[in-house]
């Protein structure tokens, strides 16, 4: 097979499960992704963060529910169109640079990861998806 041909989505096609959506560290926001997503939500960006954000290593996160999924999730993305950038670029993420292994451990907990692709196109791609996405 030409694997200089394989596209992102010939990789990676989302299976909508919301394995993505659960656990594994959490969901890192921004200033900014807190401001769009509070007004999605019609709330304000304080409020949001009291009633919607847990922290991690010091750093706001997207809390998550007794379920461990995040609070967002609910069969489907809530906020879809104003989720997050690093629920944007899963699972096209920067640690995939650094050491493509992280690739094949993202695949045993999401069904749409495709392992069979060298690691040299995953780490292509990678880099292709993160700057389309900056």
């Not at 769009?36 to 706001?60: L, M, W």
């Not at 997207?62 to 629920?87: E, N």
């Amino acid at each position: 097979m030409p694997y200089n041909n394989l596209k992102s989505e010939d990789i990676f096609k989302c299976k909508k499960c919301g394995d993505c959506c659960k656990g594994y560290g959490g969901t890192f926001i921004t200033e900014k992704e807190i401001e769009t997503i509070a007004a999605h939500i019609h709330t304000d960006p304080d409020t949001f963060v009291e009633n919607y954000c847990q922290i991690s290593g010091g750093k706001r996160i997207l809390a998550q529910a007794g379920d461990m999924y995040c609070i967002f999730w609910d069969g489907l993305c809530t906020i879809h169109s104003v989720k997050p950038r690093m629920c944007k670029t899963w699972p096209f993420i920067e640690s995939i640079l650094v050491d493509t292994i992280n690739w094949s451990i993202m695949a045993s907990l999401c069904p749409g990861i495709r392992t069979d692709v060298p690691n040299r196109i995953i780490k292509k791609r990678v880099a292709e998806e993160l700057s389309r996405n900056l």
